[in-house]
């Protein structure tokens, strides 16, 4: 079955502490991979992707994220963490064929505290 | 500019009633997705379409119906069927010529008493 695992529920860092989100998934085939942002009463926003290539992903605001497809993992990384970055992060999933919908995982709830 | 419109942004129904969801887009995407989204479930998939007149169901599809009877348009229906219908809903849209450019609408607050 095609899934989306988020190992962390809730996680509560400091300003300036390195934050790490971790992300496996289920999916036959190729992928293409995606961490969505949600800041507090806001949209979905996108963070990052990944389709081909250089498995290491820059994406917006300091965030990065590396396909290790060996581990069928694509975790989220960034050096050092805002109260901003508050939020909750959705990992998601879908296959290379056109049209495929994204499977997305429960979600992290970030808290930074300053 | 181009999107996805959502309404109403706040929905209130009685229970036993059916409710439908509006969304519609103008970007020419061809694939159209609905999604239900809880605390600390995600979003899940409800249904979605690639091309007119034909949807496919997604996870949680049993309670709803769509319809696809136009590019633009991909309107979800809450039916009575559905037992725990209170719920935040989205919509998406793609390109089925790229795979990566996903649009979301601003969503759906439904409740029902």
């Known amino acids: 079955a095609q899934s989306v695992s988020q190992h962390n529920h809730h996680v509560i860092l400091s300003e300036a502490a390195s934050l790490e989100l971790g992300c496996n998934y289920s999916?036959?085939?190729?992928?293409?991979l995606f961490w969505y942002v949600q800041y507090p009463g806001q949209h979905l926003q996108l963070l990052l992707k990944?389709?081909?290539?250089?498995?290491l992903v820059k994406g917006i605001k300091g965030f990065e994220a590396e396909f290790i497809k060996s581990k069928f993992s694509f975790n989220l990384r960034k050096p050092s963490v805002q109260w901003s970055d508050t939020a909750e992060y959705f990992c998601a999933v879908n296959g290379h064929q056109a049209g495929t919908a994204l499977i997305f995982g429960k979600g992290t709830t970030l808290s930074v505290s300053s | 500019d181009g999107g996805i419109t959502q309404s109403p942004k706040y929905l209130f129904r009685k229970e036993g009633q059916n409710v439908t969801l509006s969304c519609e887009q103008n970007l020419n995407h061809d694939a159209m997705y609905w999604y239900r989204q809880d605390p600390g479930q995600g979003l899940r998939l409800i249904y979605y379409s690639q091309i007119v007149n034909d949807f496919q169901k997604g996870d949680i599809a049993e309670g709803y119906s769509v319809s696809r009877e136009k590019k633009e348009s991909f309107p979800l229906t809450v039916t009575s069927a559905q037992k725990n219908p209170t719920a935040f809903y989205l919509c998406?849209?793609?390109?089925?010529?790229?795979?990566?450019?996903?649009?979301f609408g601003s969503g759906t607050r439904l409740t029902v008493v």
């Open positions: 999916y036959g085939g190729t992928v293409n």
């Open positions: 998406a849209s793609s390109s089925v010529t790229t795979n990566y450019g996903y649009t």
């Open positions: 990944y389709f081909s290539g250089d498995p």
